[in-house]
């Protein structure tokens, strides 16, 4: 077999918390992508790295690895954590310092080796799904360590509006993304994250967050709400498996993908929207937004300590399952020397409910018809954070 530790044309170093990790791959592009995809959140460094992410494309080896089939037709692994579901993945080799495990829907191997702190993301040439997978393995090391070092994460969007950081919280179909593009049309807000936002109290005994990369997913729904963003996407030709650079090559025009929904990596939101994207706040406020389905702009309500704490409860990452981190990610985390110890999420929210303000903002039919519940939003956010 080849020494796939050689002849690697690129490598790139990134932190996240207490993660530093390093990405070898022999496609440069890939490398970009990652950047453009992790950045401002995953901070460029030089230092040497606690994990290494390798991407191979071969095809030898990749037929090698499938071959050898799984170590039993029923025997799988909790591999990631979404919030909708458990990705439960069949076990391909295990031995006592390595696992390996497929991906079937995007023919993809991981290769966790323990000893030497690294993965391999193992695909045959031309597979474009790799280095979203790639990004995907980066992304859920650094969430595990965040978690495991005591950090907390919150289902929903995170910005910075008048120098204030917010979050953006609710279950799946409370308009979270919704609010968010219009707050960022209206350049009320800058970026920070659409999806998960990790929290933690450091010494300052202030509560900060750090938005964590996921792909945005937007329904057309939302998006016809927006008619010039909407003329805007489909004039970008963006891919979430594409560079901004690539995507300017596409000759392909924008369409949903299976879901139903558009994909757009982080880079390409703020990109869209023309807003900077900012990597750690202070968190200031939470908001809660809720459709009403009723006539009207969007209203504000401040939230009690108790209602606050209920809502939080609502609408954790993980929230229809109740799993933050895989078995996967706990394997490899005790076995490269981590603390695999979490800390009380009930805990977090009584704490979070009592030292930062929170809002109910009720939205109407007509809110995002104009700017109004935008400056509605600002004046929420002047008023209770002074």
């Known amino acids: 077999m080849t020494d796939h530790h050689r002849n690697v044309d690129s490598r790139r170093t990134w932190r996240y918390h207490n993660t530093t990790v390093r990405v070898y791959d022999s496609n440069p592009s890939d490398v970009e992508w990652l950047d453009e995809f992790l950045s ?16 191979v494309a071969d095809a030898a080896w990749f037929s090698h690895t499938a071959a050898q089939g799984p170590v039993a037709p029923e025997t799988s692994i909790a591999a990631f954590i979404q919030d909708e579901r458990i990705v439960e993945l069949p076990i391909w080799q295990q031995h006592q310092e390595s696992v390996t495990v497929y991906e079937p829907d995007a023919e993809v191997f991981y290769i966790l080796t323990m000893r030497r702190r690294e993965v391999t993301v ?15 393995i980066i992304r859920e090391i650094a969430m595990a360590r965040a978690i495991l070092d005591g950090m907390h994460i919150i289902h929903g969007a995170a910005v910075r509006v ?12 409370a308009g979270k993304t919704t609010l968010l593009i219009y707050l960022l049309q209206h350049a009320v807000a800058t970026y920070m994250s659409n999806d998960r936002v990790m929290l933690s109290l450091p010494q300052d005994s ?5 938005g964590l990369p996921t792909i945005a997913a937007v329904t057309p729904a939302t998006i016809d709400l927006f008619p010039e963003i909407r003329n805007r996407l489909e004039a970008s030709r963006y891919r979430s498996a594409l560079t901004i650079a690539e995507c300017r090559l596409n000759d392909k025009p924008v369409q949903p993908g299976r879901k139903g929904k558009y994909s757009l990596t982080p880079g390409q939101l703020c990109t869209l929207m023309n807003v900077p994207a900012v990597a750690t706040s202070s968190i200031d406020f939470i908001v809660f937004p809720q459709i009403t389905l009723e006539a009207g702009g969007g209203t504000v309500r401040q939230l009690t300590r108790g209602e606050a704490e209920q809502k939080l409860r609502g609408c954790p990452y ?7 981190l895989s078995d996967l990610m706990l394997r490899f985390m005790a076995e490269t ?12 929210h009584q704490r979070i409910a009592t030292a930062i303000p929170c809002f109910d903002f009720a939205v109407g039919n007509d809110a995002y018809l104009s700017a109004n519940a935008a400056r509605t939003f600002s004046e929420m956010v002047a008023d209770a954070v002074r």
Do not use: Y
């Not at 460094?45 to 994990?51: G, L």
């Not at 193992?122 to 995907?136: Q, T, V, W």
């Not at 202030?206 to 750090?210: P, Y």
């Open 40 to 55: 401002p959140q995953f901070e460029p460094v030089n230092d040497e790295p606690n994990v290494s992410v390798r991407i």
């Open 122 to 136: 193992l695909c045959r040439p031309g597979n474009s799904r790799c280095r979203i997978r790639a990004m995907k």
């Open 162 to 173: 008048s120098g204030k950081g917010g979050i953006i919280a609710g279950n799946k179909g």
């Open 206 to 210: 202030r509560w900060h967050m750090r």
């Open 318 to 324: 993980g929230g229809s399952h109740g799993r933050i």
């Open 337 to 348: 020397g981590g603390d695999c110890r979490t800390a009380s999420t009930d805990e977090a």
